[in-house]
């Protein structure tokens, strides 16, 4: 499939499958020193709290509801410590609700104006991506990846790095959008969670269990992010017909939340994979 970039350069890219894992892969791959032009957008709503448009407002809103959920699933494990790793904490919302909690927080972010936003937030635990080196294996309860993995290069050595730096017991925690949902499938090229080249890869539910399995780590459980069904579903009416067609958006995305309810494929999905000993 051939999929452009609405949001900010213009250009097209290819979605070339991975036969082995199931994924889906941009191509061609900006470089690192490249992939930092294609952020450069006032519009890229997570490195920023402002509320300008309907589309920030509904992200915002969203977001402060699924801050309470990601807050309940993190308190349900037993920690003794409660020490998180949020990788792409952004302006540090969800981290700032956790450090509330009583949880021990570092923070990964590698947008400074985003970075500092979160330090204001969160303290002087929040740090650039050069930092994750330096932390000790074995150092964290829960690590967590919120619509995070699918911007980071290098998949192998990503997950290689988050299974060494979770206790053996260790409990890792990744949204992901899911390109075999309704709304990805009815959208197709217009689908905003593609998102390239921004969106590096894109992630089904198999491709999942079947990428972690290569470090030996466990998916034990699925959750639905159904809010994503919505607010996808209203950006990717922007992009295919140029203006908001609310009431369209609005439809899609409740078909796709009622038929994810008997297939499981939601728009986008939170994985609780635990680490393996060995």
Known sequence: MQVKDFSVSGEEFQLIKNKELGYLETTPQPSLKKLSKYYESEDYISHTNSKRNLFEKAYHFIRDISLKRKLKLINSFNSEEKKILDIGCGTGSFLKIAKDNNWNVVGIEPNEKARSIAIENCGNSIFDTNKIEELKDGSFDVITLWHVLEHLPNLDRQIAS??????????????????????????????????????????????????????????????????????VSLLSEKYRNTFLRIIPAFFIGLVSNLKAKQSGEYSSLIYVIKNSKN
């Open 162 to 231: 988050l299974k060494r730096l979770l206790k053996a017991n260790g409990t890792l925690i990744i949204a992901v959008p899911n390109f075999k949902s309704f709304d990805a499938k009815y959208y197709k090229e217009f689908w905003a969670a593609y998102d390239v080249p921004r969106h590096l890869w894109h992630f089904s539910k198999e491709s999942i269990i079947k990428l972690f399995s290569t470090k030996k780590m466990i998916v034990v459980k699925s959750l639905p992010m159904v809010f994503d069904a919505y607010y």
